[in-house]
């Protein structure tokens, strides 16, 4: 197999026309792309994690042995995050080539992002999506926004949303902050190295719902969550995450809890700068981040609901069953696909060019167009760029 690590994009179009490869690749920005499914972080970063995504929604996915690990927490689904952008595979005329995302982006941004938004963001997918799952308690962290003068040049802003898939009895969201909690009784508490669970809401989950975590939102998500994550991301750019508090954690250099390991590093004085005071509190605030989904399309029993449209990303979610199908068009923004139940099958111009299985997501790229989806029962996450905001 052949790869580009630190190649540029000239350099990996010279190779590709040098090899009279750059045609057949091209052809394979008009259909559906499938990143590797296994794009995991490693345990050691993520000591929270649980087995449900590789044994229950990437069950029976090619796997790598080396991705094989006893824990996942996340598995970045859509990235072209420099921190770990998805990674695609092609066979063209007997050539395996691996590129990822960022690479594919440098090489054919109108194909993939449609015009308006390749131009509108320097030819960079603007949407990460990743799939997390919470054994035990996260961090309790806030992201910054872009115009944050603490970030470096390679950080940038974090907006986020959250699709819960399913949550143990009793288990949920740590969103906000209580009443009355100000910004000196909460640094006061982190000094005294209090438990800042008590000045925080607790939200109980259940599948379905759906919440926006706007920059300076202090959050984090509880033990027995598992949930799909769509949130922006700047061009060749890393979000940037500031932690509060890890619940007095410590832990050994594989990631597993050891009293006598090190703690995780906290970011105190970034946070409180960027923790917003001054929004909503209580169950207010909950109301406040929580949209009501809107019905887009219906066909018998499948279904698109909008969950929310905003200048950073738009979110949906798709019910498909008994083979009713539901419509497509992808010309103006790539379509990112995140299946969590069942097998969906992909139509374009009254062919079927895709079966893509639970845990396998896929992009669709804008000159692919319209498209339908099926399936006798199947359930997804959709993301995508709002027509409003290009």
């Not at 792309?33 to 929604?57: C, E, M, Q, S, V």
């Not at 131009?119 to 944050?148: E, M």
Request: net charge negative; proline share 6%.
């Amino acid at each position: 197999m052949h790869t580009f690590q630190g190649k540029d994009s000239l350099e990996i179009q010279h190779w590709l026309h040098e090899k009279g490869l750059f045609e057949g690749l091209a052809s394979h920005m008009t259909g559906p792309l499938t990143p590797l499914p296994d794009n995991f972080t490693a345990p050691a970063r993520t000591p929270w994690g649980g087995r449900k995504i590789l044994g229950t929604y990437k069950h029976g996915l090619p796997i790598s042995a080396e991705k094989q690990y006893p824990v996942v927490g996340e598995s970045w689904e859509i990235s072209a995050d420099p921190a770990s952008p998805c990674e695609f595979i092609f066979n063209i005329n007997s050539t395996q080539i691996n590129l990822n995302f960022i690479q594919l982006l440098d090489l054919f941004p109108e194909q993939i992002l449609g015009s308006r938004l390749a131009a509108k963001f320097d030819g960079q997918n603007p949407i990460l999506v990743k799939l997390l799952d919470a054994d035990d308690h996260l961090s309790v962290q806030v992201h910054p926004s872009d115009d944050y003068e603490g970030l470096k040049p390679d950080e940038a802003g974090k907006p986020e949303s959250w699709y819960i898939l399913e949550a143990r009895p009793g288990s949920g969201l740590f969103l906000g902050l209580k009443e009355h909690v100000s910004k000196e009784r909460f640094r006061s508490a982190i000094e005294d190295n209090e438990d800042l669970s008590r000045y925080l809401n607790f939200v109980e989950v259940a599948r379905g719902d759906f919440y926006v975590i706007d920059a300076g939102t202090i959050h984090a998500i509880g033990a027995g969550v598992t949930l799909i994550e769509p949130q922006k991301i700047a061009p060749k750019r890393t979000g940037k995450t500031y932690r509060v508090w890890d619940w007095n954690r410590k832990y050994d250099a594989q990631g597993r809890k050891d009293p006598h390991g090190h703690a995780r590093e906290l970011h105190i004085e970034d946070s409180l700068h960027v923790i917003d005071f001054n929004a909503p509190r209580g169950d207010a605030f909950v109301a406040h981040i929580q949209p009501t989904a809107q019905t887009i399309q219906q066909h018998g029993g499948s279904a698109e609901l909008r969950c929310m449209e905003s200048e950073d990303f738009g979110v949906s979610r798709i019910r498909l069953v008994d083979g009713k199908t539901l419509q497509g068009d992808c010309c103006n923004s790539f379509h990112g696909i995140i299946p969590y139940e069942g097998v969906m099958e992909i139509y374009a111009q009254g062919q079927k060019i895709a079966d893509i299985p639970c845990g396998q997501s896929v992009i669709l790229p804008a000159s692919l167009g319209e498209y339908e989806l099926s399936s006798t029962s199947a359930r997804a996450i959709k993301v995508y760029y709002p027509d409003q905001y290009l």
